[in-house]
């Protein structure tokens, strides 16, 4: 019936490009080759130390022997499982798999110690698998205009985004904005140790060949997140796994054999989150260097925006919307990241990169003509997109009750575990001892720091925001003769720009002053920052 | 095993959050700010044309608004103890109190690892990791010998080889004697 209509020239070209796609990707050998992508995508965002762009980087030279359309194929597909995979370990032991799980952390794993295990990893799932088959379809349908779009961005729109983006962090830490802003600074001061992106001169070094090479996120994110959890569980004698230690939940057992989907009451409260989310994770995913982990930054913050106060007000808490927010935003980048890559030959991030290394090894170069002259290539990367994303969702319990059984292990070798993942993941980035003490400072200062409620979370936004955003602000400023109007003279930076300064401005009046105090009172907000 | 009790008279007991502490934390990134801006200034000028602003906007910007968000910060830090009426000045009483368990646990822990950092050099990952596994259980508090061995060697060399053998991804090898039985280990697969 459907290849009648397709022979017919009924269905749109797209459609039959696609069906094309799927026939190749449903192949005995590509099939094969899908299964291996999906397992190494997942193990290597699950475990710290390893993620998507490391293992798509070892896969390279062996796609060599492949057929361009089978190779390029498996790598994508391990892109996007380790995009989700990330979230997994992020939930379960506050140690985010990958960098894209970040922001998940933030309300997956109070999630899971408040015994919502369960609801954590099947919301984490669905807003992965959703993100993800929104941006393959925008990706499909809209790559060519997406395209148009990215080329007409400039450095004045490119840093007005992120300073949208620095100015939403101001929510992350409501009730301490002053506290989050100087905590984001601090990791926007963070990233400019190391050579200046412009000129080369050091800047802070010390004469130190660590400090020259900048300060690398992932030992940071690894040690306040991750390291700083293990010296609070040792404080507390917590327990890592939400109704696994004392004080806990809800039955574990929920987690395993409950559905696959949230609760159904989640998707009201989410629906919103999921469905602007998804189209914003693309268009920052389209943004040439912003990558997922952008995405995940935005998706949290937009998140904030997109619901009611009452519930922003719980953000950091353990809400589904916190998981939904991030972990849809990422996947719907990762698919975005493909657009300039695919119809520029401009990587999206660090991984589409590595895969643009990859099309080339094949002798094929990524352009605007790519879809016409390689249509079987590309449509197969599509369909292999998609069905990757709708096998996270399928894989989401067995893969989920693997994950489980730690919490056989007991707490005090679970806890050495992830102190060893941890050095592992901070050394195997660079291989630089120095990043184990990075690791290690960052763990212990984080520790303290939030005692006193200095969230740790804009300073990990700004350390990967900051090196984005200075590059593009003295382009700007360069190429406009030292004009600053040339941030309110493009329309699309004018209202970026309005935006961030109301943004930020209007929650820290709120928060300083006697006026705020009123308003505060009056809707009841003192008692929660108590 | 009792969380109280069998502790060390030689440190304080942590106390809890208090606005002092608060405000001292704001006052380090207060200095901090300030000594990073008087740094700066050995780098400033440095710019690709007339235009650009130079290589110094961006870390001046961050670290003024560190500045300007740390002194609001004090500002309400000081206005919400008025309003509690707890005293913004530290306490510097110089009472020892008795070390609990967790407190003992969480400084084993420490110490644990900054050997473990720095053993890295000298003994590498192989030779280290699964005695830091065991030591590290131990102390914070798995008492089961015979297990505790089992998944200390067999963590250790799952880690060692999956990150060596499978990712290509070479963890430190130690030196001299070490070195070689890394080497050695390595290469048995």
Redesign the interface.
Known sequence: MVVDTVASGAVPLVIQDLIAGFGNVLTPFNMFLFAIGITLGMMSGAIP??NGT??VV?MVPITYAMAPDSGIMMLAVIYAAAVYAGSISAILFKVPGAPEAIMTTLDGYPMNQNGQLREAISTAVFASAFGGIVGTLILIFFSPLLAEFAIQLSDPEFFAVILLGLALVSTIGAGNI??A??MM??G??LG?FGF?P??G????TFESNYLASGIDFIPVILGVFA?SE??KQ????GSLIGGGGEGGGSDLSQATSGSMFPPLSYFKRFGRILGVNSVMGTIIGVLPGAGATTGALFGYTFGQRLVPKSVREKFGSGVPEGVAAPETANNAAASGAFVPLLTLGIPGSATTAVILAAFILHGIRPGPSLIDQQGPLVYTIFAALLLANVAILLLNKPVVKLFLQVRHI?R??L???I???T??GA??TR?I?AD??TM?IFG?AAY??E????SVAPMVI?LVL?PL??PS??RS??????DWMVFFQRPVSAVMITLAVLTFFIPLIM??TQFGDRIREQFGLTELEQ | MSDEGSGIETLREQAPPSVSRDIGITVLFLLFAVAFLVLSEQFAGNRISQYDPGATIWPRAALIVILVAGLLNLFLLYRRARKRGESVVPSLSSEVTTLSEKQRKYLLAIALSVAFFLSQDYVGFFVSAPIFLFAFSYAIGYRDMVKLTVFSLVTGLVVFFLFRNVVNIALPYGSGPFREISIWAANLF
């Open positions: 130390g390893l490391m293992t070892l002053t506290k802003t100087m600074c601090f926007l001061f400019v200046d412009l000129t001169v050091p800047r802070f390291f293990v010296l040792i404080q507390s004698g007991p005090e070798l806890l050495s575990l102190v060893i993942f050095v592992v050394f195997a291989n001892m184990l003490w290690f212990v303290y720091l005692k006193y409620n200095y700004g900051g955003a200075e602000l003295r400023l360069t190429k406009a003769g030292g928060d300083s």
